[in-house]
């Protein structure tokens, strides 16, 4: 997922706006003192505005994720270790892993007193497929048996209905896959696979505004820009209902801002550190500094489709990539708070390999000259970096170019954009000059997504519209594999061969640097660096 702290891309807060629209769910609190006060109980975490309208099927980005998932549950969720843990499934069962049966747990309702059925989601899925809802996340349901049915190549649907997908009885979903997916359970744990009730299909466009789900939370109001706010689901049937009475999203211009509103006292979770801040943070917070380790990674994607990078041959990338100082940067500009890339995939999900067996992430400036030179160069000698200016890059992005500049001779400029909104608008229409700030939170802790939905040719996170077909070969190979184990590696070998087309030149994986107020408590972190919102206590 792209991340905003960092996904599924790495940032700090973003943007989108559209009008409100009346639905059947939610309203404005009425204990609020408006957009800067906060109800008595509740707590607050600095999340920027989400790209898009609040839809499972429409959020792959951090902010928006942060608070779908606290408005859905998921069917599954996983722990620290990758273990598969049933949300609103009581039970998911395969035998060949091409049809799946999937039961709901009983008595589970939506926030407008709707019963959430099997058919909930069988019309939700339906819904996002469809390529006449223009959905980004519509590609996670392709592995479903008609889905070209709803979301053809070119032209209209045949249908509106993928025939894979069936509601056997109340609680029981039927899905049968075009081919066997061996990790097809692992997906089920990301956003577009929440239900919908009735209502959204009456005004989806007022449900993007106000969103009715059946998670820990329940909608109040949504400030454009400034904040979204949720109210605890009284009626929520989950395991993790929420120790605190909701949540404020507050979005800050800087990094900078949201620490200063945290040390006054006026924020309660700060999701990182900006560079600026980094080395006094642990002295500032003390035991409520938070420092860990998550399943992401940081990039830089060439545009494959722009004048420096169309028709590029690898060795120009793998030369730039050899121009960069990792161990330098991260120990220096980051504080020591990153570990240098050695792989596509980072620590923390099953496959992930340390050692790729090439020596393209180390850093090498008389190697790196030669590459390029073997390579053509870049056509024009210079290259821009694209990213958002409220995310706290501004710092490694200038360093990492001084690096490309001096140890290659291209130029390298640091390419600015107001906000993460701003910044994947441009991706979204390959408007990007060179080069774009890359990072990639796990969605499922498997190194299948940290290649298949970022360097598949027509991957929706493929901004960078990297194309290979051996590499898709190979991926495909993965995604029809008979067992998990089998897809894994697989994926790995499509990982190795990856090195040799360089999609992207990952940096350093991830830590969440972090903290909180001295009003909160029990302040829990998952495996992909979010805080577990319903954990969160006011003291």
């Known amino acids: 997922m792209r991340g905003a702290k960092s996904a599924k891309w790495v940032v700090g807060a973003i943007v989108v706006a559209m009008a409100a629209t009346a639905c059947n769910g939610g309203g404005d ?21 989400p790209q898009n309208p609040l839809y499972p099927t429409d959020t792959n980005e951090t902010l928006g994720h942060y ?34 049966t999937i039961k709901l747990k009983s008595g589970w309702t939506f926030h407008n007193g709707e019963k959430v059925t099997a058919q909930s989601y069988v019309d939700a899925w339906n ?8 959905q980004k996340n519509s590609l996670w349901f392709n592995d479903i048996k008609g889905y070209e049915d709803v979301h053809p190549e070119k032209g209209d649907p045949k249908s509106d209905k993928m025939s894979g997908l069936t509601a056997k009885d109340e609680l029981t979903l039927s899905v049968e896959l075009k081919n066997p997916v061996p990790y097809f ?4 744990g990301y956003v577009p696979f929440m239900p919908q009730p009735q209502a959204f299909f009456k005004d989806p466009k007022g449900f993007g505004q106000k969103p009715v789900g059946q998670g820990p939370y329940k909608f109040e109001k949504w400030d454009h820009k400034k904040l979204i706010q949720v109210a605890a689901y009284d009626g929520y049937k989950g395991d993790d209902k929420p120790k605190n009475k909701g949540v404020q999203f507050k979005q800050y211009s800087t990094v900078e801002a949201a620490y200063q509103e945290l040390m006054s006292g006026n924020l309660d979770l700060i999701r990182q550190i900006g560079p600026k801040d980094l080395p006094k943070y642990k002295s500032d917070l003390g035991d409520r500094a938070i420092d860990k380790p998550y399943a992401a990674v940081q990039s830089i994607v060439p545009a494959f489709y722009s004048e420096p990078f169309k028709g590029i041959d690898p060795k120009v990338i793998q ?6 100082d990792r161990q330098t940067i991260t120990k220096t500009v980051l504080n020591g708070t990153r570990t240098p890339a050695t792989s596509f995939t980072p620590p923390g999900v099953e496959g992930n390999q340390s050692d790729l067996g090439v020596d393209v992430f180390k850093f090498d400036p008389a190697k790196a000259k030669d590459l390029i030179k073997e390579g053509g160069g870049v056509p024009g000698n210079k290259i821009w970096i694209q990213f958002n200016g409220d995310g706290g890059h501004k710092e490694w992005i200038t360093a990492v ?14 390419d600015p954009k107001p906000d993460f909104q701003a910044d994947l608008d441009l991706r979204d229409q390959n408007k990007v000059k ?13 190194n299948v997504n940290f290649m298949r939905e970022l360097y598949k040719t027509g991957a929706e996170a493929n901004s960078g519209r990297f194309s290979d077909k051996g590499i898709d070969e190979l991926m495909e190979k993965g995604d029809n594999a008979k067992t998990l184990e089998e897809s894994v590696k697989l994926y790995q070998e499509a990982e190795k061969a990856m090195v040799q087309k360089m999609p992207s030149i990952p940096l350093w994986n991830y830590r969440i640097n972090g903290g ?8 829990v972190v998952d495996y992909r660096g979010d805080y577990v919102m319903t954990e969160v206590t006011p003291k």
């Not at 598969?84 to 035998?95: D, W």
């Not at 170019?401 to 640091?414: D, K, M, P, S």
């Not at 080069?435 to 498997?446: E, S």
């Not at 909180?516 to 302040?523: E, F």
Request: hydrophobic content about 35%; some cysteine; aromatic content about 8%.
């Open 434 to 446: 060179a080069m774009y700030r890359g990072g990639w939170v796990a969605d499922y802790p498997l």
């Open 127 to 134: 819904w996002g497929a469809n390529i006449k809802n223009n």
């Open 401 to 414: 170019c001084e690096n490309i500049r001096q140890n290659t001779g291209v130029e390298c400029l640091a």
């Open 319 to 324: 030369g730039l990539s050899m121009a960069i």
């Open 67 to 100: 608070v779908i998932t606290a408005l859905y549950s998921p069917l599954v969720k996983f722990d620290d270790k990758g273990k598969i843990l049933n949300v609103a499934a009581e039970s998911i069962t395969t035998e060949d892993s091409k049809t799946w």
């Open 185 to 188: 359970q692992y997906k089920l």
């Open 29 to 49: 609190s009425k204990s609020s003192s408006g957009s800067g006060g906060k109800p008595a109980g509740y707590v607050s975490v600095d999340v920027g505005e």
């Open 516 to 523: 909180h107020s001295k009003t909160t408590d029990n302040v």
